[in-house]
Every structure is written in C-alpha cells, then in structure tokens.
C-alpha cells in the first residue's frame, strides 16, 4: 500500500472535487486525512478486473474459465490413452494455475460429474445425494474421446505463456461444439455474476443445425438430476428470467409417496432436510421417511392413516425444496470484456464460432495437401528425370544447389508454385535405396490420390455450411446416444400456500370482548387454521374485517361470525339482513367477499351510526334458505308475520345497500328451510399439461357440476374411482378414462383374465363411490385391453395368426353381447383365440335420457330498494305507502 500522506485543503476547509473522504463530510482542517481515490481506482478495479477476466466468468470463445481450461490443457498434455491419478493432472495444472490444489481438485470433479470431457474412474461422487468425490490420489481420469474430437487443434490454436513464463498455455481452446451451454456454468465475481444453465447435448446440435439452415429454433435447460420444469419465463436465460423446477413426486398407494426425481440445485439430503423441517413447522404430516438412494432417486415418504396424498404433494412443492425457483443469468466474456446476453445469442457465437475453426481446419489441410502434391511431384521430377546425377561433379553446397535448380527447369510447369532453395534440400535428402526402389506408378497413384483429397478440401471449403452441418450431424449420430432430454417440461399450476398447508393450530374467539387467535384456549373453538391464513370477521354493528391470524388480536367486539377465508372462493355467500340505525328501516342483501385489504375495517350496511344486523349466515355453496320474519306490535300493523326466501334475492357486491324488507321494528327472525345452492353448475376442465382440474377454461371441459356431482376415473391397471372434484387432486399418468360420471350409465371393459389365459368382456355400474376398486382380476398377468363409457359400444376384435392362418377381425357390439352384471362380476367369455390387438369402434346411436335440470332461480329486481314487507307498497312516485 502506498504511504499515507498529508492533504491541504483549502481555505474553505472542504475537499476539492475528485478527492473522497471516509466517515464525515465536514473536515477539522487540523486532522490528517488518508487519501484513497488512488487505491480505490487502481488497486480495487484490478482486483475485481482480475476476478472477472481470470477466475469466476467463462470466455464465449470455448465456454471455459480459466481454471477448467488449463485443467484441460493439461490432461491433454500427460494423455496416453491410460488413466492418470487426478493428483498428478492438479500438480500438472499448478504449472499454469497460481491457486491452490484444492481449488484446481474441486474444479475437475464439476468437470468429470458432468460426464462429457473427463472418463472417470474412481469415486468422483453423486450429484444425486450430494456425497463429495474421494481424495485425488485414489481418483484417476483421463479424456473422453468426445473432447479429443472437439477440444482440441493445436495448429490452429491461439497461444500465450504462462503466469511465471515458463510455459505456453492456450489463450482460447479451439471447441468445435457449444461446450457452455451443454455443461452451464456458475460464477460470482466482483460486482456481477454469472449463471448459465445447461442444455440438452441433442437439442443444441439440432438448434445449430437449424441456425446454420437459416431455421428459428428454442433452446431450454436440461437437468443431470433430471425433474420437472416449467420454462416458461425463462427469457432466453437473460436477467429478469425465471426457471421453476420440481421433484417428480409419484403416489404409490394411500400412504406412500415416492420421490424419483430431484430438481436442479438440490440433493437427496437437503431434499430430506427441507422436508423434515416442513414436518416440523406443522406446514405437513408425514410418518416417516426413507433414502434408498443409490444409482437412483428413491425416497419414500409415509403418511399418517387419514392425511390426503393430493394434498401431500401440493405441500411439498409449496413448503419444501421440492419446488425450487432458478435466476439464470448469461454474463460471459468476450474480448476481455464482460457481456451479458441470452442463451440464443451464446449458441448463434458458438456455432459461427464452429464454423469459423472448421474453416481454419480445412485452410490448414488444404495446404498440407498441396504442400505433400508439390514435393511427391517434384521427387518424381528429381528421380525420373535423374536430376541427381547433375551433382556428382559439385563439391559445394551453393554448387549443388544451383545444379539441381538447372536441371528441374525444364520439367517444373506443371507444378503449382515455384521451387525454392528449402525443396531442392530436402531433395538431397532422399536416400539412394529410396531412389533405387522407386516406382513411377505407386508415386503416381500417390500423387492421384492427394488430388482427390484437395479436390475434396476445396469442394468442402466451397460449402462450408453443409459441411459444417454434416460434422454436427456426425456429432449427434456418435455421440447422442444416451443423452436424450432428462428433465420434463411442463407449464406449472400455482398452488396457494393456504390451500394446502396442514391445519397445525385451532382458532379461538371471544365474540363479546372481540378478540380472535390462536392462543384463547379458554375460548370458543372456530375450527383449524394453519399460521399463514387469513380470517374473515363479521360484526354486530355491520362491519367487516380480515386479517392474518395471530395468537391474540383485537378485531372489534360483538363478533357473530369468523371463519378462514380464501380470497379465491367465488362460491361462498353471505346472506344478511340489517337495521339501517338506530331505528330505521330494515334491509336484505346477498353477497360475496373479495379483494379487500387486510386489516381494514369495512361497512356492510348503509354506513348509518348504530346499525345493526339482524340476521346473518354464511353459505359455502350459495345456498339460500327460507327465512320467517316476525314484527313487533305497533300501531295498526295487520301481517305480524311471513316468510322470505333468499333465493329470490340477487347476489350482489358487499357495498350494495340492499331490498327493504319493513319499515317496523322487526321482533324476531327464524329460519323454516333449509337453503338448497343458487348459484349456476360450476364449469370444470381438465389441462393435460399440468395433470389438474380448473376453472379457468385450460385443456379439454369436463362438464357442468353441482355440488352433489362427481368425476369417473379409470387407470390403466383396471383401476376405478369416483371422487369429488376437488381441483387440488392430482392425477397418475396411466389414467384412460376421466369423465363426470353418471350413475346409471354402464361402463364396458374387454380385458385378458391371467389365471384363465382368456379373454372377458363385462358390463356394470359403479357401486362403491368413495373406493378405488380394481374392476378386472388381480392376477399378475391380467390386463385391460379396453374400457368404454358409451352407452351402445363397439369393439374391434385383431387376432393374431396362429399356424399360418389369419382369421378375420371381428366386430362385437358389447351391449348385445352381456348384460349389466355386478361390479365384481368376472363377464363372460370373449374368445378363445389369441388377439394381436383389440380397436374401440365408434359407439352405436343412443339418446341418453335428459338430465333434471333445476328450475331457473326467480331474483329480486336489481333496484334498490325493493319492499318485502306485506305491510308497505310503493305508488307511482316510488314512495311508501302502508295499508
């Protein structure tokens, strides 16, 4: 550092401009001040220069940091063929790298997990668990003939020496293949950082291919750890993207979960860590949890008797990191500068880049060739036309050369350039055997075949893009093999937190003081609630408020309903009646509630000092009930009593004032029916992509749903449910079958008996609703073949041919075939012949029987307000009139 010195400041006692200053702006001009504008400008910038250029970015050039390509430099140095300890390749490596040898260790193994430069041999680690790579003197590696292939082309290498000078070290590698992008990188340097994702070996070939054709083209990751994962935000792999990744969660039965895939960035034990800290904060419920882990994912996680598997699962992707989120970030370095650009552009860089060295490589054959053309044609000059007998005489160097530059004169017009003193002395150079054994015809056939092969040189120079696409294609086809894509993409569904956390904690209220929380265990029990939802209040007085549940809050005293609350549910109403003062009128209204702000108190009434509400009742499906209202005696009253029914009241917003139901002191409300749901059947869809049911009209409509309603799933295996439909239910792979479900109608199925080695066909209807059963016989070797949900179904019978005769295929309508027989019926008999295949046929005609359909619910007018009351009428002016 350089030494302190002294500052002058001027007469006003403040810095000049360009010198800064630590801790205060105001200077004592008795102090001596340290000066580091110089330090900061200069050693600092070096310092982060240095970490960016030499240590955490990689180059566009070859996709390397600087580490990684010495690594490479030197196992290509020590390469024999055999294996090398990874000890001896990090002490080579120290020659060029001025770091440490764990670091230099630590870089070759991210290198060798990769499984694309590096043949490993050794306990290099597990990606999947986590678990590190032994000590390198026990490790061995050697290059893969893939980066042989690729990597390396010293002729046309560009070269420097290295940090003590002693060595010379490759400035760039010369990678004939978009090596960055295949591996990814990762890096924090001073002031940025770098994240480049990997990408699919196949996939950015094919993507290279089509840019070199002039074609668009996408590229996304693709992980080692293989998972689920949702691109959709991806930007190219450009700052402000996003990549969400998930474990592949399998149910195995009612209480078992299996994991067989992790995301990217994580392993098996921080997977588990996350999970058992999840179980602990009461977000899920598990029993327990098993790793068999090995050359595969395999964990297992056990439920308690009770806890749902769907619900499991959209835990674990919301509370654990079986859901990570990944910010790619593409900052590379080019012409020693850092560049920050999409992941597209990289690929676009590299394969013009590719181009470019195939180019190189060709110039440099091509003149190799015509240099091996120039010397075999002047050899055969040299000795056909015994050239060399014109020396015999000479007895100086100068001499000799001059001879035999006379006696090529006459024969060296055919050659391609002219001869210089270099080739006449590599002609003295040839032996007498090699002159005395000489065949004219064998040099001829030489000197045709490098023809041929510079005729081939320039024609691939000629049509560098084709040749450059066939070296890609050669690359696919020897290498591609067993690198197809590993992670899946998909596009994912949000899961709100407070729908699938567990319900750890009980809610208490104290409707009196107006106090609700988790921590009134004297109090009245509300129902569970987990720590992360909202609750809704509704008090006396008509106001309303939501707030986050806490172990004690105030919220307003007079509490006549709380409950947890889903700003998503559309389908909950809230019917109410109120007294508009202290006095006045009374009022009916139906609403719902969403979108409000959280702890903020909000006024359901007419906003009039000392209302009150009479009647309340909260309604998760609509449901409007028969209400009989009882008025007080005053004055000539002459109906003290009648009936309301709020299914004759429009739902409408929670500021809306409402219909009058009387202008009289209301005595008493209570309730004669039961209210049955108002609201429409509600629309559900089933998006393939995702796997879920939803509301939003994504993928194929099921059908309308009310609430009594259900869905009708068969897998595969010859399973069948009927459930609720739920749109948190998750749905396996091998379902066939997913439809509303309508219990008179008659489910078909053709499948092959194991036991009998025959095939049965069977009608039935479902009679357990609540119970997945197998509908076909459990042996091992059983199988459905088809399963139909028509009411009239056709089958197509394919038999196979058995001793050279081939039957001819066989159409049988099911309904004729059986009858509707029990659910556990074994069927009858189809054939006894073998069938190579059996086709669903287009159904028979049927006309279905007409669904009930509800009779259209009759609203009150949208005008408020409307009298209810059978005491009062409105005339012409609108204005009350009493009978």
């Given at each position: ?14 810095p ?14 008795d ?18 220069s ?6 955490a970015?990689?180059a ?5 940091k600087?580490?990684?390509?010495r ?8 390469d ?6 990874v000890?001896?390749?990090?002490g080579?490596?120290?020659?060029y ?26 306990n ?5 668990t ?16 893939f ?17 003590d ?9 010369p ?17 940025l ?10 996939e ?12 668009s ?30 474990a ?10 299996a ?8 392993n ?11 179980n602990e904060?009461?977000k ?13 994912v395999?964990i297992l996680i056990?439920?308690y008797p009770?806890?749902?598997p ?8 919301a ?14 370095i080019?012409?020693?500068k ?23 490589e ?5 003149s ?15 000795i ?5 007998r014109?020396?015999e005489?000479?007895t ?6 001059a ?6 004169q ?21 032996k007498i ?13 030489k ?5 041929g ?12 893009t084709d ?8 690359l ?13 993409l ?17 809610l ?5 003081e ?6 009134l265990?004297?109090?009245e ?6 720590d ?21 809050k ?15 549910d ?39 000092k ?7 009742t909260?309604n998760?499906?609509g449901?409007a009930?028969?209400?009989t ?58 998006d393939?992509?995702v796997q879920?049911l ?5 993928g194929?409509?099921?059908g ?15 399973k ?12 396996d ?5 997913l ?10 199925a053709?499948?092959?008996d194991g036991?009998?080695?025959?095939y ?15 509908f ?13 949900t028509?009411?009239?179904p056709?089958?197509?019978l394919?038999f196979?041919?058995?001793k ?17 027989k ?10 006894t ?5 059996v ?17 259209p ?5 949208e005008?408020?307000?409307e ?15 009493l009978?």
């Amino acid at each position: 550092m350089d030494e302190e010195e002294d500052i002058i400041l001027p007469e006003d006692g403040k810095p000049s401009e360009g010198e800064h200053f630590y801790e205060h702006d105001e200077v004592n001009p008795d102090d001596t001040i340290t000066k580091v504008t110089g330090m900061y400008k200069d050693w600092f910038l070096d310092y982060a220069s240095y970490v960016i250029l030499e240590r955490a970015v990689p180059a566009i050039e070859d996709g390397f940091k600087p580490v990684q390509r010495r690594i490479m430099h030197s196992l290509k140095e020590l390469d024999d063929g055999r294996y090398n300890k990874v000890a001896n390749v990090v002490g080579h490596t120290m020659q060029y790298h001025p770091h440490g040898d764990q670091s230099i260790a630590d870089a070759m193994v991210q290198i060798g997990q990769k499984e694309l430069l590096i043949d490993c041999q050794g306990n290099w680690g597990n990606i999947l668990t986590g678990d590190g790579a032994a000590a390198s003197r026990y490790i061995e590696a050697r290059l893969s003939k893939f980066a042989l292939e690729v990597i390396y082309s010293p002729k046309i290498t560009d070269w420097g020496v290295s940090y003590d000078g002693r060595k010379a070290e490759p400035i760039n590698l010369p990678v004939k293949f978009p090596l960055l992008l295949a591996q990814g990188a990762e890096g924090i340097a001073v002031g940025l950082s770098t994240k480049v994702l990997p990408h699919n070996f196949n996939e950015l070939i094919d993507a290279s291919i089509k840019i070199l054709k002039g074609k668009s083209f996408q590229i996304f990751p693709d992980f080692q750890t293989a998972g689920i994962a949702d691109v959709s935000n991806y930007n190219d792999g450009m700052r402000g993207g996003r990549v969400r990744v998930r474990a592949k969660i399998n149910q195995i039965d009612k209480s078992t979960l299996a994991i067989t895939q992790i995301p990217f960035s994580t392993n098996t034990t921080t997977l588990i860590d996350s999970i058992l800290k999840a179980n602990e904060k009461g977000k899920i419920k598990i029993k327990k949890i098993e790793d068999n882990t090995a050359a595969e994912v395999e964990i297992l996680i056990h439920l308690y008797p009770g806890v749902s598997p769907d619900k499991t699962i959209d835990a674990l992707f919301a509370f654990t990191a079986c859901e990570t989120s990944v910010a790619p970030l593409g900052c590379v370095i080019e012409d020693n500068k850092p560049r920050f650009i999409g992941v597209s552009e990289m690929l676009k860089i590299s394969t013009e880049r590719t181009v470019g060295l195939l180019k190189s490589e060709l110039e440099i054959q091509l003149s190799e060739l015509e240099e091996q053309w120039h010397f075999l044609s002047l050899e055969r000059i040299f000795i056909e036309n015994r050239i060399y007998r014109l020396i015999e005489e000479e007895t100086t160097k100068e001499g000799v050369i001059a001879a035999i530059d006379k006696g090529l004169q006459p024969f060296i017009k055919p050659l391609k350039r002219a001869v210089t003193e270099e080739d006449i002395l590599r002609l003295t150079e040839i032996k007498i055997m090699r002159i005395s054994r000489y065949d004219s015809n064998k040099a001829q056939d030489k000197i045709d075949a490098l023809e041929g092969d510079i005729a081939q040189v320039k024609h691939d120079l000629e049509h560098l893009t084709d040749f450059a696409i066939a070296y890609f294609t050669k690359l696919k086809e020897k290498y591609g093999k067993g690198r197809e894509r590993q992670t899946e993409l998909r596009i994912f569904d949000d899961i709100e937190a407070t729908k699938v956390v567990l319900r750890n904690t009980k809610l208490y209220v104290n409707r009196e003081e107006g106090f609700i929380g988790t921590g009134l265990k004297k109090d009245e029990y509300v129902t569970d609630c987990s720590d992360i939802d909202d609750i809704i209040v509704f008090l006396r007085d008509g106001n309303m408020m939501i707030s986050k549940v806490d172990d004690k809050k105030f919220v307003g005293k007079d509490i006549i309903h709380v409950a947890v609350f889903d700003k998503s549910d559309k389908r909950t109403i809230y019917n109410m009646i109120y007294r508009d003062g202290k006095s006045g009128p009374a009022y009916i209204k139906r609403f719902n509630v969403s979108g409000v702000t959280r702890d903020k108190l909000y006024d359901l009434t007419n906003e009039t000092k000392g209302s009150q509400v009479l009647y309340f009742t909260a309604n998760p499906n609509g449901e409007a009930e028969v209400i009989t209202v009882l008025l007080r005696q005053v004055g000539s009253i002459k109906k003290l009593k009648w009936d309301l029914d709020f299914a004759n009241i429009a739902i409408k917003g929670r500021a809306s004032k409402g219909n009058l139901v009387t202008k009289y002191p209301i005595k008493k409300i209570e309730i004669k029916e039961k209210g049955i749901s108002t609201l429409l059947p509600r629309k559900i869809w089933f998006d393939d992509t995702v796997q879920k049911l939803n509301t939003d009209a994504r993928g194929e409509l099921l059908g309308e749903f009310r609430p009594s309603d259900k869905i009708l799933v068969i897998s595969q295996t010859g399973k069948l449910k009927v459930i609720i439909p739920e749109l948190t239910t998750h749905f396996d792979e091998d379902m066939v079958v997913l439809e509303k479900w309508i219990p008179n109608k008659p489910i078909s199925a053709i499948y092959y008996d194991g036991e009998k080695e025959r095939y049965y066909v069977k009608r039935f209807l479902v009679e357990n609703e609540g119970k997945e059963e197998s509908f076909i016989t459990d042996h091992p070797n059983s199988q459905l073949e088809i399963v139909a949900t028509d009411y009239r179904p056709v089958a197509e019978l394919v038999f196979a041919k058995s001793k050279g005769v081939q039957k001819e295929n066989q159409v049988v309508d099911l309904e004729a075939f059986i009858a509707v027989k029990g659910f556990k019926a074994l069927g009858n008999q189809l054939t006894t012949d073998k069938l190579k295949q059996v086709n669903l046929l287009e159904p028979l005609p049927y006309e279905p029987p007409a669904e009930e359909v509800p009779e259209p619910v009759v609203t009150a007018s949208e005008a408020d307000p409307e009298p209810i009351d059978p005491n009062i009428q409105l005339d012409d002016d609108g204005q009350i009139t009493l009978f």
